[in-house]
């Protein structure tokens, strides 16, 4: 193990706010390695449009600014291991990461591995995203101007979505399995005064109808089992998430619904431990919050390296 190099910051996570955390880290100075199983940008690799983050006035596709985010953290001196991290030691001194690639150590981590939609686990969901299944509607919601979509839900978040796409859409169908929503009743007066929204209540989507392009979508009433086809242009599923904690159970703290407890520092229950971006407790899930949390987790890494946290 003493043969093995100790980095200054491991970052679990080749998203936006490990990129981030990867870039200032390698910027301050300190010697850095990001982990990513797959390829750079996580869930906003897969986002066709970005048009609400400063300073792409004309919109950038995901894919592309994961790839540029890369680039520029490598550029200084930031290194990328393609390896899945299998298992963790966190309270270990250093912190010992083991991977499909081999172990590797470190004085400080910043956990980045993100958080997924929940889908709705129907056939051809997965080759209809982004051509009419959508689980973003602040990201892509956009795209579907002036036309009708379904939003498929019946919490906090399903509520804000809907909202959202009122403002820009023709009509909105909110589909939801139960007669009443889950979502604070903050939001139950908004929506009910919004004309262009309509409810679909004790409903399920059961097939999802398309060509090359999403058509429309089936449902099932979840009382009498009758099924109606519904037309839209997309779909926009609000299910909740589930963020990809599995690795650190045990060892760092998460709430009810497994996030990691982490506040804005970024600092988690264990001493050189950070976690960034969708993985953490946070109000607001967006590229633009996930790259401030990579800046603040270094900031607070180099307190704790310099024995000041």
Known sequence: MAERPVYDMIVVGGGPAGYTAALYAARAG????????LSAGGQMALTEQIDNYPGFEEGIDGFTLAEQMQRQAEAFGARTEYAEVTKLDLNASPKVLDTSEGTFLAKTVAFATG??????????????????VAYCAACDGMRYKGKTVVVVGGGN???ADALILSRIAQ???????RDTLRAT???????????????RWNSTVSALLH????????LKDTVTGAETEVPCDAVFVSIGRKPATE???GQLELDRSGYI?????????????FAVGDVRTKPLRQVVTAVADGAVAVHMAEEYLAGGA
């Open 247 to 249: 690795l650190v159970e």
């Open 185 to 199: 009743k903050v939001y139950h007066e908004p929506l009910m005064k919004t004309q262009n929204l309509e409810f």
């Open 157 to 159: 978040s399903a509520a």
């Open 171 to 177: 009509k909105v169908i909110l589909v939801h399995r």
């Open 30 to 37: 300190l010697t850095t390695l990001v982990l990513e199983k």
């Open 211 to 218: 060509g090359e392009e999403l058509t429309g979508v089936r």
């Open 261 to 273: 407890i982490a506040d804005e520092t970024t600092r988690t229950n264990i001493p050189g431990v």
């Open 115 to 132: 958080a997924n939609p929940r889908e709705l686990g129907i056939q051809d969901e997965a080759a209809l995203v982004g051509r009419g």
